[in-house]
């Protein structure tokens, strides 16, 4: 009888496990797209990228955008060449952002030449020259001495006021918290909460948890065609990106982590139900009918800070999968056009524009470096 029960147990067992693994395959969803063909995805954005643009530029914001991106798709295929190419722009740029020497000129508001220095737009560029010392040899502090120069200056003024609109948040929060990593000094924690609370008190809004783009657009004062909050999709994208990039480099400890992630949870909730049945996020989130159709650079900042959320155990599996993959179904059939072409991403600009075209022939190194991001975190998802 003891050897009958014990057959019993076993046969209750399997059948168990049996129905659990069927469970579990019917849960799949069916849109989920296979790892090779990610990686495959990702590779023809990128060649295509760089294949038609083998000139390295300048290491202001625009293209800083793109080699955040590159660097991810780095680090997904190992392909040198990718590595190259970021550091081939680094050195043009000598490693610096804009180049002025002499500290007593550094400006920090909208600046284009050597001397704003302390300008956001030309600090990201820093986050891939941090990338690039880990990279290849973490012994060769040239690669970042100019960013510890910039930044441990920046921190030692008396300012607060650095990030005072949405897109600087996506450029420099990552500087600080990579520089952390690199010198322990907390120095950089404490700041990035400074200046991030600074951006808080004149561009969040409590309702919805999204940022307006800068203060020209806080509600009431500014409003979208139809009388909304007017929230630009892709400001409130490189916050959201930006958020999932501090986010993995910030001590479990941090004084201050519990906001930056309560924050991040809150833009995933409201962002969620903006969302259009196509995938993507209108130009303007809350008003769809104040600059319609799809645009890709947006959609893609969102679809990777979904996914980093759901890869790192910060966003509900259950309840955002879908999200992302409609965000990645979005890039994957319109987005990228079929030889590797990134389109529909709005131009360089500060909010949604009415009549605006944008269209498959749109198309911007930083929009091409958000889909990097999305493509290395979906395919860090589907490879799990």
């Known amino acids: 009888m003891m050897n009958e029960r014990i057959n019993f147990s076993q046969i209750f067992i399997v059948g168990l496990l049996l129905s659990l693994t069927f469970s579990c395959a019917e849960k799949q969803p069916e849109n989920l797209p296979a790892a090779e063909a990610v990686k495959t995805t990702l590779i023809k954005v990128n060649d295509y990228w760089q294949q038609q643009n ?25 392909l040198q060449a990718y590595l190259d190419y970021s550091q081939a722009w680094a050195e043009k740029n000598e490693w610096k952002g804009a180049k002025s020497d002499n500290k007593a000129e550094w400006k920090y508001h909208y600046g284009e030449k050597d001397d704003f220095v302390l300008f956001g737009d030309w600090q990201i560029c820093f ?117 999932a990039k501090i986010l993995q480099d910030l001590p479990e ?20 139900n903006a969302q259009q049945p196509e995938g993507y996020w209108t130009r303007s989130i809350l008003d769809p009918e104040h600059a319609p159709g799809p645009e890709t650079s947006g959609t893609a900042f969102f679809t990777y800070g979904y996914l980093w959320g759901i890869n790192n155990g910060l966003l509900s599996e259950q309840e955002y999968l879908a999200t992302a993959l409609q965000g990645w179904n979005y890039l994957t059939s ?47 998802y589907v490879k799990k």
């Open 54 to 78: 083998p000139e390295h530029q300048w290491a202001f914001w625009d293209h800083a955008a793109y080699h955040t991106g590159n660097i991810e798709a780095y680090k997904i295929t190992g």
């Open 127 to 243: 986050q891939t020259y941090i990338d690039l010392f880990h990279l290849t040899d973490p012994k060769d502090s040239t690669k970042i001495a100019r960013a510890l120069d910039v930044m441990e200056y920046q921190m030692a003024t008396d300012s607060s006021d650095y990030w005072w609109w949405v897109d600087g948040l996506y450029m420099v929060m990552p500087v600080m918290t990579k520089l952390y990593h690199v010198t322990g000094n907390e120095r950089y924690l404490e700041k990035l909460h400074e200046y991030f609370a600074y951006a808080k008190s004149i561009m969040y809004d409590e309702e919805t948890g999204l940022f307006f783009r800068d203060a020209k657009y806080v509600y009431p004062k500014h409003k979208s065609t139809n009388g909304f909050k007017d929230f630009w999709a892709r400001g409130d994208g490189w916050l959201f990106a930006g958020l």
């Open 253 to 272: 400890d941090y004084i201050h982590r519990y906001e930056f992630v309560s924050v991040y949870q809150k833009m995933a909730e409201t962002l969620k």
């Open 334 to 380: 319109t987005g990228i056009q079929e030889n590797g072409h990134v389109g529909y991403v709005q131009p360089i600009g500060e909010r949604a524009i009415p009549g605006q075209v944008v269209d498959e022939n749109s198309t911007s190194n930083f929009g091409v470096g958000a889909l990097l991001l999305a493509a290395s975190e979906m395919y860090r």
